[in-house]
């Protein structure tokens, strides 16, 4: 366990030292996220896909090509006098659980305790002539009982005087380090001048903790909606033009094909694995505001099942904060 966090550190490390330091403290961002199904307006339970802490830390590096890890160079080649680059690290936890969190045995058509700890980093390509974003990122991280779930989401039940979970069954990873990539392009239509914009998306993940496809859109409503790129994320864009107040709702949705999902295909221990779907839907409403550095969202995303028997739909809330440094 020491070691493989250690390499992580090293890792992160080296994306840190490959920037020069000038640029960290102008033209950067940082994002904290919070994702729970507490903040559902509908049916808020400790179901499914329980809950997501995500950091961000993010800078301009305009001065070359940025590599993921420092090391590893992007597909594809790049005009460096057009596209502009945004480049920062990740720090991330996601928990996933069964219905019931007080059962002592384990239930195999139900989705089974799973944790994923990871850290990575990110790399945003940007074309403001042809309106379009690449987004790379590459994650290294730990599955299973070495991700913490389960002392940490107890530890928070014990804060809040709720019933403590039982992790019985959890995935339990036979190699401890995930490895996982992912890619999606945006794409920029404008409707309405400062009041309305249309983004469909497509993107693929590949590696040891999801592998899928997916494909969809987001239309952008409201005052000074913003007509650049890395809109729909948790903060203003680094590269966009700064007015003094954002108010605009977000409406998303997306259709992902399923490959392979750790906390569904118990690939890596003694488990069991339930009956996973191929196609999942998600649709996210959200409301945004941000006042000259500082933004928040709150969104709600409605996620349809995710594995059989199981028929309902699988409900969170999303709360972004974000500081931007120019």
Not at 15 to 29: A, D, G, I, R, V
Not at 198 to 217: C, E, I
Not at 279 to 284: C, L, Q, T
Request: hydrophobic content about 40%.
């Amino acid at each position: 366990m020491k070691t493989i966090m250690r390499k992580l550190r090293c890792l992160i490390l080296l994306t840190l030292l490959n920037t020069p330091f000038e640029s960290w403290s102008q033209n950067s961002s940082f994002t904290a996220q919070i994702e729970n199904d507490f903040f559902a307006l509908n049916d808020p339970t400790d179901i499914h896909y329980t809950q997501a802490l995500r950091f961000e830390y993010r800078w301009r590096f305009d001065k070359r090509v940025p590599r993921l890890f420092g090391f590893i160079p992007l597909p594809g080649s790049f005009n460096t006098t057009d596209h502009k680059f945004v480049t920062g690290v990740v720090a991330a936890q996601n928990m996933y659980t069964p219905r019931s969190i007080k059962s002592t045995t384990v239930n195999p058509t139900d989705r089974p305790y799973a944790a994923w700890l990871y850290g990575g980093n990110k790399i945003e390509v940007v074309s403001p002539t042809e309106l379009w974003q690449n987004t790379y990122e590459l994650t290294v991280g730990l599955l299973g009982p070495e991700a913490l779930g389960d002392p940490i989401q107890s530890a928070v039940h014990d804060f809040l005087g709720d019933p403590n979970p039982t992790w019985v069954g959890q995935v339990n990873p036979a190699v401890p380090v995930g490895i996982f990539f992912s890619f999606e392009r945006k794409w920029l239509v404008e409707l309405l001048p400062s009041i309305s914009y249309f983004l469909p998306s497509a993107g693929f993940r590949l590696g040891n903790v999801f592998t899928d496809a997916s494909a969809g859109g987001t239309l952008l409503l409201g005052l000074n909606a913003p007509g650049e790129f890395d809109v729909t994320g948790p903060i203003p864009a680094i590269i966009a033009v700064k007015v003094p107040i954002r108010l605009y709702l977000s409406m998303q949705g997306s259709v992902r094909l399923n490959a392979f999902n750790f906390s569904l295909d118990n690939e890596f221990g003694d488990g069991y694995d339930v009956d996973k779907r191929g196609v999942v839907g998600d649709f996210v409403v959200g409301g945004h505001l941000h006042v000259d550095r500082f933004a928040i969202s709150f969104l709600q995303v409605f996620r349809s099942s995710e594995f059989r028997p199981n028929t309902s739909t699988h409900d969170f809330g999303v709360i972004r904060l974000g500081w931007l440094m120019y």
